[in-house]
């Protein structure tokens, strides 16, 4: 019966090479799949499988769909566990090994590197998703109750080990300086990678905690009675570095009265001032207005006032020839 199986799968059979994946899958699943055809035949495909997953973006299957390439991992995992699992985490290394040179081309540069590692972390931890997914049964039957692990762990352990661990130092250096020049980077795109790298190893926050702490919540212990005076040295350091900042600008703080001079210190717009009119500072408020005479057109007894006769038209000029004795004491405030 293995013969037959293997002459059916055997790399000069023209018939079978001639077959698209979704039918060799097919093909496959109908016989025990032994370790011949493990190896000639149902890894290639689960390799190209992986392929798509960790480099095209978004991950699709082009050819085939996630059940049947699921089906189809199930049951090479029922048959050959150890080796599917040793198989998996080669391929991913060598993955990673592309990574690491296409990362070391941009160290050269800050912002460029900063930028490719973020591409790098971010488009491999998505794909994780996926193969975690794909490889479910045998994270649950094996990498869980034999290796006590998740395969979702042991691959951040693997990029970790071969990717991040070789620049952690250079790129929490270059991270917490471009933080304080928050408009040379997206500040979400610092946030991402410390996020992330926080996912991948916890470990890395030791390195710069302080920078981790911005970003990650309940990074430190809770603070303590005896850490008070540390924490007041830490907060006036904080404000005597952020003065003797040269793009920062304070108004006074004391409590004097601020006078013109003071209002002349804050710079103005030349071109939005408007000339205001003048008006007279002071207003008398009564008229004393002897019975017999009347308001001569010479003392014009509204100039003070602001209210100019008009010399063409005389109707239109106030009159104040109705007041009587009565009125000689007219307060305006009534």
Not at 1 to 13: D, G, L, R, Y
Not at 106 to 129: G, R, Y
Not at 278 to 292: C, D, E, G, I, Q
Request: charged share 20%; hydrophobic share 35%; proline share 7%.
């Amino acid at each position: 019966m293995s013969e037959k199986v293997n002459s059916i799968f055997s790399s000069a059979s023209s018939s079978f090479s001639e077959l698209s994946i979704t039918q060799k899958m097919a093909k496959i699943n109908e016989f025990d799949i032994t370790k011949e055809i493990y190896m000639n035949e149902a890894w290639p495909i689960i390799q190209e499988a992986l392929h798509q997953i960790l480099t095209i973006r978004p991950p699709q299957f082009s050819t085939w769909s996630f059940e049947e390439i699921y089906s189809f991992v199930f049951k090479c995992t029922r048959n050959h566990l150890y080796v599917l699992y040793d198989d998996l985490t080669k391929y991913i290394e060598a993955h990673l090994q592309k990574v690491n040179e296409k990362i070391q081309i941009s160290t050269c540069e800050s912002i460029m590197f900063v930028k490719e590692f973020q591409v790098e972390l971010f488009n491999f931890m998505e794909s994780v998703k996926i193969i975690a997914c794909v490889f479910m049964f045998m994270d649950n039957y094996y990498i869980a109750k034999t290796l006590k692990s998740t395969l979702t762990a042991d691959m951040y352990k693997l990029f970790s080990t071969n990717v991040s661990d070789k620049y952690i130092n250079h790129l929490l250096s270059i991270l917490n300086e471009l933080r304080k020049s928050p408009l040379v980077v997206p500040p979400s795109l610092i946030q991402d990678i410390i996020i992330r790298l926080h996912t991948i190893k916890p470990g890395y926050a030791q390195l710069k905690p302080q920078l981790f702490s911005i970003y990650i919540p309940n990074l430190f212990p809770p603070c303590r009675v005896s850490e008070l005076d540390h924490y007041i040295r830490e907060a006036k350091q904080l404000q005597t570095d952020l003065h003797s900042h040269p793009d920062f600008y304070s108004c006074d703080q004391s409590r004097k009265r601020p006078s013109s001079n003071d209002c002349n210190n804050y710079p103005q717009d030349q071109t939005t001032q408007q000339q205001l009119p003048s008006f007279p500072t002071t207003v008398p408020t009564t008229f004393n207005l002897s019975p017999n005479l009347s308001p001569s057109p010479n003392l014009q007894p509204t100039s003070h006032l602001g209210i100019q006769p008009n010399p063409t038209n005389p109707s239109l000029n106030p009159d104040f020839n109705h007041l009587s004795n009565d009125d000689s004491n007219f307060d305006l405030n009534q």
